[in-house]
Every structure is written in C-alpha cells, then in structure tokens.
C-alpha cells in the first residue's frame, strides 16, 4: 500500500440545517480504489461535496498530500491532482464532447500530451468519437456520464473521485461504467468511488467504507464487506 493521499478527519457538515455528517474519518492510499457506500441520505454526497470544496465545513480536516484543503475550490484542486465526477454529472450541455473534454485539460499547456489523451479517451468511450462534435446536452445521461469521467481524466489526476456515477443508468451503461472504473484505476489512478449500488462497488474495491446516518459504521476490505451478512441484509436485500 502507498502513502496516504487522502486523509479526512473527524469531518462534520451541516446541510440545510440538518447534521449531514456528524464525524468521519477516513483515509485513501496512494494505489487504492476505496468505495463509500451506503443508502441515500447516509451522506456520502454531502461527504464529497466538503472534500471538494463546494460544501463548508463545520468541524474537523480535510488533508491531500499531507497538507490541509479544506475550503479550497475544485479549480485549486484540479491543479493539485484532485479531479471529481460530481453526482448529476454537471457536463457543459451547450458545449461539443470535444470542447467539453479540452476544458477537462484546461491546466495543461502539454499540446502534444493533451492531444494523446484525447486520442486515449475516444479510444476508452468509442461513443464519444462517433458524436465528438454533438452538443453534450443533446446527449443520454449515459453518454454524458461517460463525458464528465473522460473531462476529469483529461487533467490527468493523481486521485479521481467518483460521485454515484452509476445513477440512473441502464444495467449496460451501469456494466459499462464499473468497467471504466477498473481500467482506470488498473493504469495507476488512485480512485475514491461514492456510490449506491454496493455490490458493484465492494466488488472492485481494495476497501470499503460504510456511511450510516453521518457517521462511517464499518471498514474493511472490499470482499470482506461483500460478504459480511450485516452488509448484505442493508444493502443487497439478503
């Protein structure tokens, strides 16, 4: 296992008034692929959003590469080697697939490198190429899911945090998506994946957390979670 990347510590948000996260602490190393599962409302998103920066905190740390980031927005981030898939997407709909993806690498000045990963990302979603110059907008959320993962790629990320990317999808899509999520993280990205659908996401996962009510309940590794029988009844219905 490597360094840890990713530290949060004794995490507490408030969310429309109401204690969202009530003290969560949890780490990714450096090599890991880490779900965060739990049931909707648990607050995995509200989790993410702080750790992003687009939600306050109200107590406790947020530490990337041993230094705090607690505040600082998703472009301070991005720099930083921090990309988020955010819940909902959030895809430039009135922009093309490939202007969406050249704003992906907007802090990269490599041309030739840049032009490589474009290249790279037509080649992991072949959807994308066939409709490049279509308006994301025009797009199926599928479609736009697999957008918003080739944009975050496209800087390039040490760490690439995944917010519920299976939501919504159909089962092939859902298919296609964990497959992504696996090459990805099997060609060096470190990847923390906030996600519903427990099952797909212990099964690929070095370790598991799980988020009940604000508060981390269990941690372990991927398929220790997968078939531990508390796991099961909450959340593959056995």
């Keep these: 296992m490597g360094s840890t990347l990713l530290k949060v510590k004794g995490l507490k948000v408030a969310y429309g008034g109401i204690q969202a996260v009530k003290g969560v602490d949890f780490e990714v190393h450096e090599g890991e692929l880490v779900s965060l599962i739990g049931s909707n409302g648990a ?3 509200t989790t993410m959003k702080a750790i992003t920066g687009t939600q306050p ?3 406790g740390d947020i530490e990337y590469l041993g230094h705090s980031i607690a505040g600082q927005g998703p472009w301070d981030l991005v720099k930083q080697g921090l990309a ?8 430039f709909t009135r922009m093309t697939i490939i ?3 050249q704003m992906g690498a907007y802090i990269r000045t ?8 474009m290249e790279k990302m037509f080649s992991i979603f072949p959807r994308l190429r066939e409709r490049k110059d279509q308006l994301a907008g025009t797009m199926s959320g599928g479609e736009q899911q697999m957008l918003a993962m080739g944009r975050a790629l496209m ?9 519920e990317p299976s939501m919504g999808l159909s089962p092939i899509m859902v298919d296609k998506i964990f497959e992504v999520v696996r090459d990805v993280y099997a060609q060096g990205v470190t990847v923390l994946l906030v996600e519903q659908n427990a099952s797909r996401a212990l099964a690929i996962a070095n370790r ?9 309940t269990m941690t372990g590794p991927g398929q220790d ?4 029988p508390k796991v099961r009844a909450a959340y593959l219905g056995e």
């Design 84 to 91: 988020m898939v955010p819940e909902g997407r959030g895809v």
């Design 57 to 59: 905190l109200n107590a």
């Design 225 to 228: 979670l997968l078939a531990d």
């Design 155 to 163: 800087s390039r990320p040490k760490v690439l945090l995944l917010d």
């Design 110 to 117: 490599d041309t030739a490198g840049i032009a490589d990963d």
């Design 99 to 101: 202007e969406n993806l």
């Design 43 to 45: 607050g995995k998103t």
């Design 208 to 216: 598991g957390y799980v988020m009940e009510s604000g508060l981390i």
